[in-house]
């Protein structure tokens, strides 16, 4: 599994529900290039943050939610890291990526092997975290993409990190 998220200088995510800051230019030319033709895996909540709660095209998109009375046309709802495991262990071709919100990435990290991190070179109001990366002893920087300056005046780079101790892929779910 793969994370990608854009973080902020001091790894935050979001606040009071929302994205810190919407950048055209990590939506269309990060996310959208990493993950159109492959599976994103994400939370309700981060579902509702999508305009009118629209799946992502072009995708398959997995939502994970505890309850089990929830329902979303076109997407694969699953309620457990063990609905989880299976599912991929049944798509081992697929390229999963795991993209919100904090609790899901808080829970699924460790699973990962990569991390494209979208590094926003300022800081926001927040209250929700990503794990930084450039602090844990697991993950190594690789490599990192030009800085690219957003028409919203705020500059960021892309960050590709590699897990060096990753918990025995999604089979271990």
């Known amino acids: 599994m793969i994370a990608i998220v854009a973080v902020d200088q001091n790894w935050a995510i979001g606040n009071k529900g929302n994205l810190l ?6 939506q269309k030319g990060v996310f959208r290039k990493y993950t159109s033709g492959h599976t994103v ?6 579902l509702k943050t999508f305009r009118d709660e629209r799946l ?6 997995i939502v994970l939610s505890r309850n089990k009375d929830f329902i979303k046309e076109g997407a694969i709802v699953l309620h457990s890291a063990q609905e989880l495991s299976s599912y991929c262990n049944s798509h081992k071709n697929e390229k999963v990526f795991i993209i919100g919100g904090a609790e899901i990435y808080s829970s699924f990290i ?6 494209i991190v979208t590094y926003i070179k300022d800081s926001f109001e927040a209250d929700a975290y990503f794990e930084n990366l450039d602090e844990s002893p697991n993950w190594v920087l690789e490599y ?9 005046g705020v ?16 089979q271990k779910l």
């Open 21 to 26: 800051i919407s950048l055209p230019e990590d």
């Open 144 to 152: 990192e993409e030009p800085e690219v300056m957003s028409e919203k």
């Open 56 to 61: 992502l095209p072009n995708r398959i998109n």
């Open 155 to 170: 500059a960021f780079v892309v960050r590709h990190y590699k897990n060096n101790s990753i918990v025995q892929s999604a």
């Open 110 to 115: 460790n699973y990962c092997d990569e991390a």
């Open 41 to 46: 895996v994400f939370g309700r909540k981060t």
